[in-house]
């Protein structure tokens, strides 16, 4: 994610177009830099430009500006190639390609790679999500039972094997001055492989024990995908938009695993998604002072799984199953909306309606018992919400006050058809929220804000009978359609300067939360069984952060001090305890430094300390405490040549180290077509990463393999 001014900058234009379409990452990762003139930051940015001056101020977006040559078709070839330790061969290249017209713009992009790079916007080494792709998470399936991830606190550069081809094309033609089509493609091919011990030291109701799994992982997934859309100005002050959506996914996962040092097992889960989203959304500026807007979706998310696990011996009594999950999801939604402005007000006012269908089945079959059906669910889960939102936003002096009071009426029924169970509730959702800023001069502020919010979190704990979700976790849960209901408040001081290059901020925030799901855990040394169940329990998190930054011209240096603090209580239930009051206290700090000296050398800094103590009725604790400092030296001797060294060190706790050195070296001759350079990592050939993770219960001792000694040599050329 990209900020400008501690705000999240909304989408990247180029040359004025939203090419990427919000997936920006396509832009900022892949288009070769010395096509670009200039970078320019838009504050006050409105995608529609009907609602110019309408709407909220405060989003922000970027433009990249082409450099005048930069016509008909450009691009750049980058091909590396190199070894890994064991002479295996390690690549990085891609061909990326941007044409321009008075009419067209496009831009395409082709790669692969085997040495842990992502260049697509999608997240197939952990499960992080881009701004675009968290829009359409409310259109889809929850993945009930979860894929690997390949994630610790190294970078993704340092620990994921990967092979991932990706291509993309990005298109977008004005056909006239009222049209305009854009359209973007997407495939991405990965095999990603990880091999990991995961031992965990368990203590609960003062007993003690040990769970250990040591496991050789694959995960293969394979992205198509095709967004299209069209712009129509029907008149000067009305247009019409039309998006499609359409993605087909399939994950394939499989593991061979050592349980407890005496069991073997292979597992395999496919996850096949089909997703399709269409949007429409009509507006029309009525007057200088107000615009009306109508939005539609209509989605339908088709999201079939089926996790396999067999022993690798044959032994009637060790588990041998295999667990199939289908979901659908059916979404609607209408809406209108005014948005307009009063002298110094702006407000909007939106109606509207919004429809959800859920049907859910599982079933569990064990194949000691000849393939049959031992465990299954059958649901169908509605929610249905006639919602009036309303935003207003004053500008009063120095003052600002912005505020919306949401209320909706919200009904849900689900029908267990296994159980022949059917719950129904109505309920009537009032949130308000207020924020009030104060600006004391033009590069200073007070902020202060509370609200209250409604949250649905029923629709994730549906199934009232076992899912098996790995080789240990079984998990159920009791249907409860009872509401969480969660009060915030947060007050912030903030101070921006351009001119005298800083910046400070600190803030603290409060929030209680009524109403959860808790988890009912029963833990042995083989098994795992966890039963989510709603409580009205109150739970507090609470935190302060601060940050400060300022260039200082004696040291010709920027620095930049930054932490976090904060405090959160939750409950849960283990081996038939009482409920069990935890506290978690944690700190996260980073300090940075980095010269900007007129001359050959230069370096950068970053110190980073991480402490967390999970505490558990008042008694017992478990506590952990990182550090880790990242060192990088550059040295450009020459307008032509560019070099770096880099020396990172991490201690995990329980007295483990680690120390990394990498190089990189650059040389751009006469002709600046082509670049030369030659990287180094890992020298110091690390084999593997040990973290330690706690919670309230136990301490967690996770180690991976990581990229081995690598040595790369490139070679870039632009057209």
Avoid at 21 to 26: A, D, R
Avoid at 59 to 71: D, E, F, S
Avoid at 526 to 555: A, H, R
Wanted: glycine share 4%; net charge positive.
């Amino acid at each position: 994610e990209i900020k400008y001014k501690g705000k999240s900058v909304e989408t990247v234009q180029l040359d004025g177009d939203d090419l990427f379409s919000g997936n920006y990452t396509i832009g900022t990762k892949n288009i070769n830099v010395s096509m670009i003139e200039q970078i320019q930051a838009i504050e006050n940015f409105s995608s529609n430009k009907l609602l110019k001056g309408l709407e909220a101020d405060g989003k922000v977006a970027l433009n990249l500006k082409l450099k005048k040559n930069i016509t008909d078709i450009s691009g750049s070839l980058n091909t590396s190639s190199g070894t890994f330790k064991e002479e295996k061969l390690a690549t990085d290249s891609d061909f990326n390609f941007l044409t321009v017209s008075s009419k067209l713009k496009s831009f395409g992009t082709l790669s692969f790679n085997n040495i842990a790079l992502n260049y697509t916007p999608f997240d197939y080494f952990g499960n992080s999500y881009n701004r675009n792709e968290s829009n359409n998470l409310k259109f889809k399936n929850n993945k009930i039972i979860p894929e690997f991830n390949f994630l610790n606190t190294l970078d993704n550069k340092r620990t994921v094997v990967n092979n991932t081809t990706f291509g993309n094309y990005n298109i977008s033609y004005k056909k006239s001055l009222k049209t305009n089509y854009k359209s973007n493609l997407y495939f991405v091919k990965d095999a990603i492989s990880s091999i990991t011990l995961n031992e965990t030291n368990n203590t609960i109701n003062n007993q003690n024990f040990t769970t250990s799994d040591n496991t050789v992982s694959n995960k293969k997934p394979t992205l198509v995908r095709a967004d299209f859309e069209l712009k129509h100005f029907t008149s000067a002050s009305s247009s019409i938009d039309y998006a499609v959506l359409i993605s087909k996914e399939k994950i394939n996962s499989n593991s061979s695993l050592l349980q407890n040092g005496n069991q073997s097992f292979k597992t395999n889960l496919v996850s096949d998604d089909f997703f399709i989203k269409s949007k429409v959304l009509y507006t029309k500026r009525l007057s200088d002072k107000k615009a009306f807007q109508l939005t539609s979706h209509q989605t339908f998310d088709n999201l079939d799984q089926a996790f396999d696990i067999s022993p690798e011996n044959s032994n009637a009594t060790t588990l041998n199953a295999v667990q199939a999950v289908q979901s659908r999801k059916y979404f609607f939604d209408i809406q209108n909306s005014i948005i307009g402005k009063i002298k110094r007000a702006k407000y909007s006012t939106n109606i509207g309606f919004q429809f959800d269908n859920n049907p859910i089945s599982s079933s569990l079959e064990d194949k000691n018992l000849g393939s049959n059906i031992v465990i299954s669910n059958a649901i169908n889960y509605t929610k249905s919400k006639i919602f009036f939102d309303n935003d207003f936003n004053y500008d009063w002096g120095n003052w600002r006050i912005s505020s919306t009071l949401n209320v909706s009426f919200l009904n849900q029924y689900l029908n267990d058809i296994e159980s022949n169970d059917k719950k129904r509730s109505d309920d009537v959702i009032i949130e308000p929220n207020i924020n009030f800023n104060y600006k004391f001069n033009r590069v200073s502020s007070l902020s202060f804000g509370l609200g209250s919010r409604t949250n649905i979190v029923s629709d994730r704990y549906l199934l009232s009978n076992n899912l098996l979700i790995s080789n240990r976790t079984s998990i159920s849960s009791i249907p409860n359609f009872e509401l969480q209901k969660t009060a915030n408040y947060n007050l912030s001081y903030n101070i921006y300067d351009l001119s005298k290059q800083f910046q400070m901020n600190f803030g603290i925030n409060y929030t209680l939360n009524d109403g959860n799901f808790f988890s009912n855990l029963n833990i042995d040394q083989n098994t795992t069984q966890i039963q989510y169940f709603f409580l009205n329990e109150n739970f507090v998190s609470k935190g302060s952060n601060f940050l400060i930054e300022k260039y200082l011209p004696f040291m010709e240096s920027t620095i930049r001090l930054k932490t976090y603090y904060g405090i959160s209580n939750y409950k849960n239930f283990i081996n038939g305890s009482d409920i069990r009051e935890n506290e978690s206290n944690y700190s996260i700090s980073e300090f940075f430094i980095k010269s900007a000296f007129d001359g050959k050398l230069n370096f950068e800094n970053i110190l980073k300390y991480n402490f967390r103590k999970n505490t558990s009725n008042n008694s017992q604790s478990f506590e952990n405490t990182s550090y880790s400092n990242s060192f990088k030296l550059l040295f450009k001797p020459h307008k032509k040549w560019f070099a770096n060294v880099a020396y990172d060190f991490y201690t995990t706790g329980q007295d483990i180290e680690y120390n990394f050195i990498d190089f990189f070296i650059k040389y751009i001759p006469s002709d600046k077509r082509f670049v030369f350079s030659f990287t180094g990592k890992n020298l110091l050939n690390n084999e593997n990463f040990i973290e330690i993770n706690t919670s309230d219960y136990y301490t967690n001792v996770y180690s991976s393999n990581i990229i081995p000694r690598t040595f790369l040599f490139t070679c870039n050329y632009s057209f």
